[in-house]
């Protein structure tokens, strides 16, 4: 059974300008290459519903989005920039999360979100970090709307995801797993910060053997579902992390990105597994990253 794909044409139409890293090439070089990747099944989502953002996000804080991307753009936050159609590609990226969750709790498999503007960095009034909205915690929200309380996220993009530690560090429902450069942006992510008990900070330098950024990640996986059981995995798959990205210094490999999966299936034969793109700045490596990781979904 090929591996459901979500998209939004929107996500392409987002653009932060010209030498910023967060280009529409990003995802476009994976779309391309995911349409004629015999596992991966591609789908236009309808746009996320405002109650969806409204669970994660203030009301306010959606609608100075809006407004400034209705006014043609600019900077919405240092580095976090907007152009006329990102409230649009915002929209888009979490609605295919939602679409996600939605295909996978019927029981069809597993899916991914490929996405952008990212979201691990969105707080609920504050948006940085090329990020808008939190699409995994949107993700997470939904899926507990569905019935599935309990859900794990895990991060493997190479910066903390201090966005969705926020919103969830409160929360026992949601256990949070982070593999992260340290120190690196945006500083948060420590390995004591542990909200309730749920978030699981694994900080390390960079230009370390890759197997060991892997085993520490896989670690704190196992002590995450030691005696607890996600109802879904959401996956804030960003490919920074991997070597030779400009905005990281670690060393994984596509293969890393397949075996984690494998992993992941593996001790959670019953949790389906809803992948969603979040940062990597080549767009090739990208691609590459995040076609291992489907193609271990849908193995
Ligand atoms: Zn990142």
């Not at 979500?6 to 910023?20: A, E, I, K, V, Y």
């Not at 649009?88 to 597993?110: C, Q, R, S």
């Not at 798959?237 to 890393?256: I, K």
């Amino acid at each position: 059974m090929p591996v459901a794909i979500f998209t939004h044409p929107d996500c392409l139409r987002h653009d932060p300008g010209q030498d910023h890293p967060e280009t529409p090439a990003r995802l476009q070089v994976l779309l391309d290459r995911l349409r004629t990747e015999p596992s991966a099944a591609l789908h236009n989502a309808p746009p996320a519903d405002r109650a969806s953002l409204l669970a994660v996000h203030r009301d306010s804080y959606l609608r100075s989005v809006e407004a400034l991307s209705e006014a043609g753009g600019g900077a919405l936050f240092l580095d976090t920039i907007l152009n006329r159609s990102s409230w649009a590609a915002a929209l888009g990226a979490a609605g295919a999360v939602v679409a996600g969750v939605d295909h996978v709790h019927t029981g069809k498999g597993h899916a991914f979100a490929a996405v952008r503007p990212p979201g691990h960095h969105a707080l609920a009034s504050v948006g940085m970090g090329f990020c808008l909205v939190n699409n995994a915690v949107v993700g997470a929200r939904h899926a507990q709307r569905l019935g599935r309380e309990r859900v794990l996220i895990v991060d493997w993009d190479v910066h903390h995801g201090n966005g969705t530690q926020a919103l969830v560090e409160q929360d026992e429902t949601i256990r949070y797993v982070s593999l992260h450069q340290s120190p690196w942006y945006p500083g948060t992510g420590a390995a004591d910060e542990r909200g309730v008990g749920n978030v699981f900070n694994v900080p390390r330098g960079p230009g370390k053997p890759a197997e060991l950024y892997v085993g520490d990640l896989w670690a704190a996986i196992v002590a995450a579902t030691m005696d607890w059981t996600p109802a879904l995995v959401l996956i804030s798959a960003g490919f920074d992390a991997m070597r030779g990205d400009p905005l990281g210094g670690f060393t994984l490999e596509p293969a890393h990105y397949a075996d984690l999966t494998h992993r992941l299936r593996e001790r959670l034969p019953d949790a389906p597994i809803v992948g969603l793109l979040e940062g990597g700045y080549i767009p090739s490596r990208v691609a590459a990253g995040a076609v291992a990781h489907i193609q271990a979904l849908g193995e």
